[in-house]
């Protein structure tokens, strides 16, 4: 018998299993189903508790015995709950949502809102809008009465947007639905995406200084919410934090930057043991894909083209997940580097003074200080923290750790 768990077509990695498991209540399991198999299964009712994600929000409907008003009112339920032979259906995304906005600091009391796509996850962001006090809550998709086009044109005014598109999710990330620079009036970004933890729309959002948030959180509070209707009990708040502290930690990137010869590849293996992350050096990374070392490409082909190679296996590797990734020394002097390693990452200015630092078999380090007048302001810009690897490795792995937990708040 199914007891409880997460019910869906593709499921792929999801997060919602760790998520449930972490308050020790019930375990909890990933159902893909097909679309054939959906009806037979509901109908048994074999089961204690469900989620319900893509698509079949809206299908389960037809075999619940009761709807709670917000499904009702939104016409899709995401919490399943069999009680008595009997089907209870519940929306948490809303309550998540709301849950959200106000830990950014929304305040929608008479704002204009523009909410991105037309699904469930669109609903439930424009129901809890208008609870929330909004004034006009504008519903944008492709095919829809509002167009993108049409929001530019008609309602640039809007104070809040809402992407509750898969538009820049993982694995096509940093692409954005929308132009920013054409919304002038934006007090708050919301993004229901959390993974990568930065899309592009968040990227552009954080340069703009608008305060921002992705979606780890609505995903969090929404499953302490469905726990509470699958047992009947109630979640403190603190293990809401709890978890999303621990999703966040488990899932940033450590990214190490840093001069040629500073011991970033060294470093990063240790780190990597240390956290029990798999890790990933840039240069090896390139030699493995294209056949060829990093100095046979600058030598062969200029710097340039290698500056290409590497940008592309950069976008790779850094869509991914909980890796400690060591950058070449000259990754921060392509621009879009930036927010290629800042998509999923905390990003480490690995430091060590000019005389310290190895040469051999590096075919930029003849010039080294000229490398280092232009590359450190770059470094320190782009880094979260600065670590200083000029003693024992022990030392600065632990400063690295230490750093990247204070950057994502443990």
């Known amino acids: 018998m199914m007891t409880y768990g997460l019910l869906g077509e593709k499921l792929g990695h999801s997060y919602s299993k760790p998520i449930h498991e972490a308050l020790g209540r019930y375990s909890y399991e990933l159902y893909p189903v097909s679309r054939e198999a959906l009806s037979d299964l509901l109908q048994r009712r074999e089961f204690k508790g469900l989620n319900v994600t893509i698509p079949y929000k809206r299908d389960v409907l037809p075999y619940c015995d009761h709807l709670s008003g917000e499904v009702q009112a939104v016409g899709s339920a995401n919490t399943l709950v069999a009680r008595n032979g009997q089907i209870w259906a519940y929306n948490t995304d809303i309550g998540g949502f709301t849950s959200l906005s106000l830990r950014l600091g929304v305040d929608a009391v008479g704002r204009k809102a523009a909410v991105l796509g037309s699904g469930g996850a669109s609903r439930s962001a424009v129901y809890a809008l208008h609870k929330m006090g909004a004034r006009e809550v504008i519903v944008v998709s492709r095919k829809g009465p509002v167009d ?164 592309e296996v950069l976008k790779d590797i850094c869509k991914g997940s909980g890796q400690v990734v060591a950058t070449g020394g000259g990754a921060v002097t392509v621009p879009q580097n930036q927010d290629i390693l800042r998509q999923n990452g905390v990003i480490l200015h690995i430091q060590r003074p000019l005389p310290l630092l190895a040469t051999e078999g590096r075919p930029l380090s003849a010039r080294l200080e000229a490398l280092e007048k232009a590359r450190m302001p770059l470094y320190t810009a782009w880094a979260q923290a600065q670590i200083s690897n000029t003693s024992d490795t022990e030392s600065a792995v632990r400063a690295a750790r230490e750093a990247y937990h204070e950057a994502v708040g443990d």
Not at 278 to 286: G, L, N, Q, V
């Open 148 to 311: 993108y086009e049409a929001l530019y044109r008609s309602h640039a005014d809007a104070e809040i947007l809402v992407n509750a598109t898969p538009v820049g999710m993982y694995p096509d990330t940093l692409v954005s639905p929308v132009s920013l620079d054409r919304l002038p009036r934006l007090k708050w970004v919301l993004d229901m995406i959390y993974n990568p933890a930065r899309t592009r729309l968040l990227l552009d959002a954080e340069k703009r200084g608008i305060p921002c948030q992705n979606g780890l959180w609505m995903l969090v509070a929404q499953a302490m919410e469905a726990a509470e209707h699958f047992t009947g009990e109630r979640v403190p708040p603190e293990k809401t934090e709890e978890i999303y502290r621990r999703l966040q930690r488990d899932m940033l990137n450590v990214i190490l930057i840093g001069m040629p010869g500073c011991g970033k590849t060294t470093l990063g293996r240790a780190l990597a043991r240390d956290m029990g992350r798999p890790f990933i050096d840039c240069d090896r990374e390139i030699e493995a894909r294209t056949g060829e070392t990093p100095e046979a490409i600058i030598n062969a082909r200029g710097e340039a083209a290698f500056r290409q190679v590497e940008t």
